[in-house]
């Protein structure tokens, strides 16, 4: 290819910007004039290979890369090398020794520094800072010990927050549920109708198919409106207690390792370390004896059990986001036990929490009082069930 002129009738020719090279666009190896940067290979028409210019061209890149490397010119620049003396297609063997290298170098010192600067941002952001004021405030009210002051903000936080939208969550699932028996005669009734009409207009099966799905979805979006139960709203907890839950995790651990961002820095930081209990007497180190961080897995999978032997049939998406939860909680052990204690501990706290709301929400008295509709899955000894189903299920595993 090289010294002779290529013909290409189904590609105009493009000419590098480095010298008068041209270019076919089919040919992804790259050679980079600029270190660090990577271009199409070029086929060159008339090109020099003497050895001489390829070593001075090579001595003159890496000489102009170093100098942009210590001068802290970005390494991704054009404009040192725009004007190339030579018409010369660096080898593969050079971008792979040189260009490769200061690439993955630097880029790699770009993204640890980004990482840093992104997370730093996140905790001096306004949200962790008003976890923060919280946490504080309401030690120095209630003058309880760090440890019990973490417990307490869980409750009250999980209580007034969490609770009632948790209320709204089972209101729109037992809503959903009692539109299903609906939803089935209609998806009989219209499978029908469009059996016979496609029959008379000729369709095909997929044809018929798509006017199903299509109408189908259109009935199912008029129940949900008519009722006003569109399953999305179910979601709204999760979209509120998962940013909760990482605000007060990042104030916790900006409050254990004393980068406090307003305060008394240097006395809370203090109090930390002597705020703990029992085997985590420093809430500033993570607890080495793993009970909380094994606690924490207990409970979340405890809690996922609790979601997967309610008397309704799972749909597929909802195995697999539960599978995924359990692995989840599984994992969550061992990064419990990098963390401080205080955020282990709060993760303990917000789990027992989330525990008791679940198994209060069964108990067909509130249920009553909170206007919530009685389902066909509904029991009237949900605590005898639920533990008479975990037996069971413990003892098929076995």
Not at 76 to 91: I, Q, V
Not at 264 to 276: E, I, K, S, W
Request: positive net charge; aromatic residues 10%.
């Amino acid at each position: 290819m090289v010294g002779q002129r290529v013909k290409v009738s189904l590609f105009p020719r493009m000419f590098c910007k480095y010298g008068g090279m041209v270019a076919l666009p089919r040919c992804n190896v790259c050679h980079p004039y600029a270190l660090g940067f990577i271009l199409q290979r070029h086929t060159l028409w008339k090109a020099s290979t003497s050895s001489a210019v390829f070593t001075a061209r090579t001595e003159q890149i890496v000489t102009r890369g170093k100098e942009q490397l210590v001068s802290g010119t970005p390494i991704l620049s054009f404009k040192a090398f725009r004007k190339s003396p030579t018409r010369l297609c660096t080898p593969v063997s050079w971008q792979r020794k040189t260009g490769m290298l200061a690439y993955f170098s630097t880029a790699s010192v770009s993204d640890n520094s980004s990482r840093l600067g992104w997370y730093e941002s996140f905790a001096d952001s306004a949200p962790v800072h008003m976890a923060e004021n919280m946490l504080t405030s309401l030690q120095e009210v209630s003058g309880l010990p760090w440890w019990a002051n973490i417990i307490c903000a869980t409750v009250a936080l999980r209580t007034a927050i969490t609770l009632p939208l948790a209320i709204y969550q089972m209101y729109i699932i037992a809503k959903v549920e009692n539109l299903q028996p609906e939803i089935e005669n209609l998806v009989k009734q219209l499978q029908f109708e469009v059996s016979v009409y496609g029959k008379q207009k000729g369709w095909s099966e997929r044809v018929a198919r798509f006017h199903f799905r299509k109408n189908l979805k259109r009935i199912i979006s008029g129940l949900y409106v008519r009722d006003n139960c569109h399953p999305f709203k179910a979601s709204l907890l999760m979209w509120i207690q998962i940013p909760m839950w990482v605000f007060m995790s990042v104030a916790l651990r900006n409050l254990s390792v004393g980068t406090l961002h307003s305060g008394d820095v240097y006395a809370v930081y203090t109090q930390m370390v002597a705020g703990g209990a029992l085997w985590f007497p420093d809430l500033t180190l993570p607890d080495s004896t793993w009970i909380l961080p094994i606690s924490l897995g207990l409970l979340n999978l405890l809690i996922v059990e609790i979601f997967a032997l309610r008397n309704v049939e799972l749909s597929r998406f909802q195995k697999y986001v539960t599978n995924c939860i359990r692995v989840f909680s599984v994992l969550m052990i061992p990064i419990a036990a990098t963390v401080p204690s205080s955020v282990a501990l709060y993760w303990v706290s917000s789990s027992c929490v989330g525990l008791g709301h679940n198994l209060l929400l069964r108990s067909p008295t509130l249920r009553h009082i909170c206007r919530i509709p009685r389902t066909k899955s509904d029991s009237d000894t949900p605590y005898k069930d639920i533990a008479r189903a975990l037996l069971v299920k413990c003892s098929f595993q076995r």
